[in-house]
């Protein structure tokens, strides 16, 4: 392959310039070894259609995900400490720690519902019960991205539950919630990349 110019393209991702099925990072100097799958193929769809999904999952990247996560994590961690517990806290920390989680629980089922009803087309129960909106919108978001949904969702569901039941027993398990959010962001985020469409053109002069 023949490098371009170091300032003829811009760094990023490029149809690979050796035909390949696969996008490749050009360093702005050369190519390089990283390579990422176009994935299954596809039936073509415009961005402008996929305007208001892409809004809903930029919400819940950004503020869904913390919401539930992060309003699970608080939530469980308050009654850990609630007072009467081994280790109690004060209960005026307490009621206003257990104020926020409600309010960011409340912040993150909603973000979760709008997305849902994007990727049905519709509203359906499913999409307005707390909890089960989760599951039913990281299945799905694994069904439009190619993968088998079961493992990722039971394995989520799993460690969210390990976390509840064992966290006042061992604080270190405070990881988890994290863990299972970081990866529902780049599954959220992968899709948003693959409904806004691949870079516009091939480099300027590409093999």
Do not use: K
């Not at 023949?2 to 996008?23: E, I, K």
């Not at 992968?190 to 590409?206: C, K, N, Y």
Request: glycine letters at 12%; aromatic letters at 10%.
């Amino acid at each position: 392959m023949n490098p371009l110019a170091p300032t003829a393209v811009p760094s990023g991702w490029y149809p690979d310039p050796a035909g390949g099925r696969m996008w490749r990072v050009w360093t702005a100097s050369t190519w390089s070894n990283m390579t990422r799958d176009y994935g299954p193929p596809a039936r073509p769809t415009s961005v402008a259609g996929s305007l208001s999904l892409i809004g809903a999952l930029s919400t819940l990247v950004r503020y869904g995900v913390v919401g539930i996560f992060g309003g699970v994590g608080l939530l469980v961690g308050v009654l850990a400490h609630w007072p009467g517990t081994a280790q109690p806290a004060t209960l005026n920390f307490c009621v206003i720690a257990l104020g926020a989680a409600t309010g960011l629980l409340a912040v993150g089922t909603t973000c979760f519902a709008f997305a849902g009803r994007e990727l049905a087309h519709r509203w359906t129960i499913w999409s307005v019960v707390p909890g089960l909106n989760v599951i039913v919108v990281s299945a799905l978001i694994s069904v439009r991205l190619g993968a088998r949904p079961g493992l990722r969702v039971t394995s989520e569901v799993v460690l969210m539950v390990m976390f509840a039941a064992w966290y006042h027993q061992d604080p270190l398990l405070a990881f988890i919630p994290a863990m299972v959010a970081i990866g529902h962001s780049r599954w959220i985020t992968s899709l948003i990349d693959r409904l806004s469409g691949p870079p516009s053109m091939r480099p300027a002069g590409a093999p």
